[in-house]
């Protein structure tokens, strides 16, 4: 284009006094100088202007310009030389003007393209950060809200810079809707606008006392961002201001000023039509779209500073194996300080905690980057008494962005979390010498208890009261007997691991007859009728026949035990849409409302209205029943109402 537009300039004659500067003139008597035909200078033009047009927008431009100049230097010298001796005309000046205004458009042309990309890339890192309007308009409720909880508010009204640069009201809180100021009919009200732009103006919070403008005092905080202002916050306050509440409205007055120029960048969202360069609306809206991006960067360094202060040590490093954070928990866990952690990578941390179980991290760091499953381990350190927790796993993008192809997130970094479960070990050795002290110290008294008091209840010789306080010893050591079993196997079985439960296909139809077999006498006692509620075809589930059949025994045990005599309990199995359902109908006492929650706890057992607490019950079968479906990935559930009965429930997944 450039080499063209220069033919038609040349050919018009519009450089000639160009062109003779460049060329050294003829004297009287001598032959005139020869221009070349016109063919082969519009050939020169376009060819010259082509090559350094082209030769710019592969190499770059401050490439280019030694290159360049000597070019043109040369071919001033070859000009002048060539009219002096020769007496030909190259066309130096048209040449070397196409050749400059192609190296011009090239290099216009490259910064259009890089505006755009930029332009672009905005856009897309900037949607990131945007909300939708009802949300935007939601946090700056939810930040005067917060205001509202520690100052005594009686309005409060947030301002953002209209079109115009004039302050307009975007949001508003009311501790009385009735007495709010009506804006822009007021003269109170516009002397309030003035209190905010003397706050914009000096940068600083103003305070106007109690009388000076009416009856309450108010204050003006200037929003800011990024060194721009982006509005006001006006509060009315029914109270004196307090000097020591300064530093927490400038923290607020930060996040509503962020919250202010995400919207507004949000409203002015960029296009590629024209580039920064020429247009100062498209400069404008880049602007509010990095002061948006720098919003979003500082709101998430505050995740850090959480972690910074939590209990756990956590540290994040980057795939290349460099530290990115590492929070004083880690420190103190790994033994560092702040210099020595600067000058280590992801393997000098975790070697910080090599032991018997973890002697060779690399290894861990591979199974963590292959299977991207995390790596789990507990240390002990005998040295310093100390048992840590370590975690290692692979952060992984949870929206997706960047996806691997593989249907899976790509990873981002290593997140190691390091737990101290020293004091949970020394508990758990505790209830480990609690159980074995009950499961041996407690067990012996108590069976020498109950066979002695067997033995003098046969003495013929005994009267009756005191063959009564023996059948009195002899109930409650068999009950606590029965309380130790049943804690001992809830204990036994949250202390096992679920893979140590042996499963098998397992019909719960045939479970529900078995347990009903075993509770027939009892239920026969009480003369309670047993009935089984036939279901069809039932799927088996994967689950313990052992465990299961005591759960579903213990259920029937009590609807039996806490059922008037002469009623029904009634067993179904049900087929639901992902599992198995046995469910145990009773017409007995039922549990109060306020009993629901807590029937499944360990050692709670119901009063019923006059009635004390039934002192033959551990308090322990329902713990159980629900630790055992639990367990097996199950469910239980309660429906009751008192008087009219209850319906125990347990779900498992089925096959």
Known sequence: MAGAGMCVVWRAGL????QAAFVVSVGRGEAPLQSPQTW?????????????GFFVSRAGARRSFLILGLGFLTTAAASLIASRFLKIDILFAPMAVGATAAVF?????????????LTEHLNHTSARTETAESLAQSRLNSGLKLLQTILPLEEAVVFEVGDLGALVPCARLRSNPGGALESGRNAVWRRLIELCDQAVETREISVSLAGQIDSLESVA????????TVGALLLRLRESFDQSDRRLLSAVGAQVARNLQREEARKRKLNGHLPALVSARTSSHRLHAFDAISGFLTENR???????????????????????????AMLWAARLNESEAHQIDLFGLLDRFRSGVFDEPSIAVRRVLQSGEPYERELKFADRDQTLELRIALATDRNGNGSNGNGGAPPLCFAIRVRDVSKMKEFEQLKSDMISLMSHELRTPLTSINGFAELLVLDDKLSEESREFLQIITNESQRMSRMIDTFLSVTGLERAD??????IALRLDEVVREALNTVQPLAKKKRIRLTEQPNGHIPPVAADKSLITQAVTRLLDNAIKYSPERTAVTVSTVLEAEAVRIVV???????????IDRIWEKFYRVARDG????????????AFVKEVVEQHGGSVAVESEVGRGSKFSFALPRL
């Open 302 to 328: 505050f995740g850090a500073q959480v972690l910074a202060e939590a209990s756990d040590g956590y540290a994040i490093a980057y795939l290349d194996g460099t530290l990115g954070f590492v929070n004083p």
């Open 498 to 503: 679920k893979k140590e439960v042996t499963k």
């Open 611 to 622: 009635q004390e607490k039934d002192e033959q019950s551990t308090g322990l079968g329902l």
């Open 221 to 228: 905080i200037p929003l800011r961002h990024e060194g721009r």
């Open 585 to 595: 109908d009773d017409r007995g006492y039922g549990v109060p409302a306020e009993s």
């Open 105 to 117: 458009l090239v290099q216009l042309h490259r910064l259009w393209l890089l505006d755009t990309q």
């Open 15 to 18: 450089i000639d006094s160009l």
């Open 40 to 52: 082969l200078g519009l050939l020169l033009i376009v060819s010259i202007s082509s090559s350094a």
